[in-house]
């Protein structure tokens, strides 16, 4: 966890609203463990178990508000990538925008906090937010409610970035076998050779709904999803964003669920769709 959110979530007993990087944020310490909450976003930035290390990555250094923060769970709606056909930025509005919290119900084993934009986002698409968290579990969804007339589709991402010990030094399993557009050579389509090793830059769409695994030094994260048949894996290697410090470079690797070119999501007026991550630790007997 960067430094500055340590300070905070260590200043901070209960749940307050604070300040990070001239952002308000929502930041929560309890017995269970401790998050923070971009109000910019909905984005989550931090979250541990008490007594254990962030999960998520976050960089110490974003550029000035309203850019978008490199780290966290950013949202990607309501398109991932670039505007495909939208007028707007890459990976949509919704990570910029500024975001409400409708409701925090704590309770003695964790947390749920449920936000939705200040404005309209789409002229036809309205998204929410439901943060679940506690000391073995993480779950995010992002669930999307189709309130206009028309049919419409739409692509999006939970774009979580792991927090590891060395991103060149991890293993991804649960993609052998599946197909993915590879992003660095054309949107070329290849098929995953055995388990994923990152040792170097990567940006593929792997078509895929399993669950998996993420194994950094001693820890293994499970990660699971809903609604999602398309899962990125982002590391930019060495040619690094200007809003990642060189120190920073290994300390973090992307695994997305998404909803990408690959699976579309067609919805009729009146229904909604539930995209949702679920985090957890990988225990021997789990
Ligand atoms: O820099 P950002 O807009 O946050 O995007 C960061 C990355 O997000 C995804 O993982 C895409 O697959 C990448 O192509 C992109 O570079």
Redesign the pocket.
Known sequence: MSDALCTLVEATHGQRDADWCGRKVLVINEGWGSLVIAYQGAQLLHFAPHGQQGWLWTTPTPKEAPD?I?GGI?LCWPWF?DADGHEGP??GTARTAPWRIDAVDEHQEGVEVHLSPEQRLDPQLTPRVVIQANAQRLNIELITEHTGDTPVSFTQAL?TYLAVDQSFECRISGLAGARYLD?LDGLREKDQQGELGIRGAL?RIYHSSRPLLLESGNTTRRLAKQGSDSS?I?HPGSAL?GDVPAEQAQRFV?I?AACTQLDRVWLAPGSHHLLAQHLSLETRDS
């Open positions: 978008a490199r950013p990538g890459a990976h774009h992003k940006d990125v982002w964003p992307c997305e």
